[in-house]
């Protein structure tokens, strides 16, 4: 019994110092090729200038190429799918946000992939709160003000998104259903559609992330109504918070974060997850993502897990009581 035992712990130690050497081997090699970084959505948001900034950051600090691709479709579907399909290897990662890995599973009847189980967290990187604005053609000041007239004119008012699933179309239902409004959903390709859109009176109200609405409200050319925020944001000091302005509870915000496929070998995702958090300490890194109106993070693997998962629950219960569907 004692020979027997000691051979097999013989066997576990030196398993053990060959994962270990293994695990070594693998933080001191990796990348040995070019790393593929997939954004679901459009060139010129948020998503894909972070990525970006961030694939070319990994570029310096890592010694290989971070190609970043953007893999457009069906609400962010389609290029999330394909990350969640593709190798736990670490050389293909997903710039995922909201939408894409915490509402579409729950909104989509098949998304083509799971929130949770097919992917990898690695960093949260930012928050990107919100604002209710109108067009000033619509006559209201103030939240109250907005819902009284929605109310008097069932149908007539219309509100903008960048298509179903997004957190512009969930947050949108999700006030409708708690204030008993009808309103008309729009659904627009980009924030540039949907932005002139706005400004132009087609559509007369948005949620938006309130980089992509700050300027026009600040040049009067749009209304701010409130933000989806604890406290007031600091470009916008006369807007109040939702809070404020006598609706409980309803605070959103999207968010940007780093994933890649399930099963990615843990010293990868420390290797990625560290240079995630010292690329969001890098002065012109930190100066451009918080001009695109977000809350930097920069969170650790574990962090960014929960996170995630919390947020799939809670949108998973937004989707549930708006009775929010795809057109």
Same mark, same amino acid.
């Given at each position: 019994?004692?020979?027997?035992?000691?051979?097999?712990?013989?066997?576990?130690?030196?398993?053990?110092?060959?994962?270990?050497?293994?695990?070594?081997?693998?933080?001191?090699?990796?990348?040995?090729?070019?790393?593929?970084?997939?954004?679901?959505?459009?060139?010129?948001?948020?998503?894909?200038?972070?990525?970006?900034?961030?694939?070319?950051?990994?570029?310096? #600090? @890592?010694? %290989?190429?971070?190609?970043?691709?953007?893999?457009?479709?069906?609400?962010? +579907? *389609?290029?999330?799918?394909? =990350?969640?399909?593709?190798?736990?290897?670490?050389?293909?990662?997903?710039?995922?946000?909201?939408?894409?890995?915490?509402?579409?599973?729950?909104?989509?009847?098949?998304?083509?992939?799971?929130?949770?189980?097919?992917?990898?967290?690695?960093?949260?990187?930012?928050?990107?709160?919100?604002?209710?604005?109108?067009?000033?053609?619509?006559?209201?000041?103030?939240?109250?003000?907005?819902?009284?007239?929605?109310?008097?004119?069932?149908?007539?008012?219309?509100?903008?998104?960048?298509?179903?699933?997004?957190?512009?179309?969930?947050?949108?239902?999700?006030?409708?259903?708690?204030?008993?409004?009808?309103?008309?959903?729009?659904?627009?390709?980009?924030?540039? #559609? @949907?932005? %002139?859109?706005?400004?132009?009176?087609?559509?007369?109200?948005?949620?938006? +992330? *309130?980089?992509?609405?700050? =300027?026009?409200?600040?040049?009067?050319?749009?209304?701010?109504?409130?933000?989806?925020?604890?406290?007031?944001?600091?470009?916008?000091?006369?807007?109040?918070?939702?809070?404020?302005?006598?609706?409980?509870?309803?605070?959103?915000?999207?968010?940007?974060?780093?994933?890649?496929?399930?099963?990615?070998?843990?010293?990868?995702?420390?290797?990625?997850?560290?240079?995630?958090?010292?690329?969001?300490?890098?002065?012109?890194?930190?100066?451009?993502?918080?001009?695109?109106?977000?809350?930097?993070?920069?969170?650790?693997?574990?962090?960014?897990?929960?996170?995630?998962?919390?947020?799939?629950?809670?949108?998973?219960?937004?989707?549930?009581?708006?009775?929010? #569907?795809?057109?």
């Amino acid at each position: 019994m004692n020979t027997l035992k000691q051979v097999l712990v013989r066997s576990i130690c030196a398993g053990t110092l060959a994962l270990a050497a293994s695990s070594s081997a693998l933080s001191q090699t990796y990348p040995e090729k070019p790393v593929r970084i997939l954004v679901p959505f459009a060139a010129g948001g948020t998503v894909d200038i972070v990525a970006r900034l961030l694939g070319e950051r990994f570029r310096q #600090t @890592l010694g %290989q190429t971070f190609i970043v691709e953007n893999r457009v479709g069906a609400s962010g +579907n *389609i290029g999330t799918a394909a =990350a969640a399909k593709s190798p736990g290897d670490g050389y293909t990662l997903i710039l995922g946000a909201a939408n894409t890995h915490a509402i579409n599973p729950s909104l989509f009847k098949n998304a083509g992939y799971h929130a949770l189980d097919d992917f990898t967290p690695i960093s949260l990187i930012a928050l990107a709160p919100n604002v209710m604005a109108i067009n000033p053609s619509v006559p209201a000041n103030t939240v109250a003000e907005f819902i009284a007239y929605a109310k008097a004119n069932p149908g007539k008012l219309n509100y903008g998104s960048i298509g179903s699933g997004s957190t512009l179309h969930m947050i949108a239902e999700m006030f409708k259903k708690v204030h008993g409004l009808f309103i008309v959903h729009i659904p627009y390709g980009g924030q540039g #559609t @949907l932005v %002139q859109a706005l400004a132009s009176k087609d559509v007369h109200v948005v949620f938006n +992330n *309130i980089s992509n609405v700050q =300027a026009l409200i600040k040049s009067n050319q749009l209304r701010g109504l409130a933000v989806t925020l604890p406290q007031r944001w600091p470009e916008l000091p006369s807007v109040p918070t939702f809070a404020e302005a006598g609706v409980k509870g309803f605070e959103f915000s999207s968010w940007v974060a780093l994933f890649g496929p399930a099963k990615m070998p843990p010293q990868v995702v420390e290797i990625l997850s560290r240079e995630t958090v010292n690329a969001l300490k890098v002065p012109e890194i930190r100066t451009r993502i918080a001009s695109l109106g977000t809350v930097i993070v920069g969170s650790s693997a574990a962090e960014l897990a929960k996170f995630q998962a919390d947020e799939v629950a809670r949108w998973a219960n937004v989707v549930k009581v708006s009775g929010a #569907t795809v057109d």
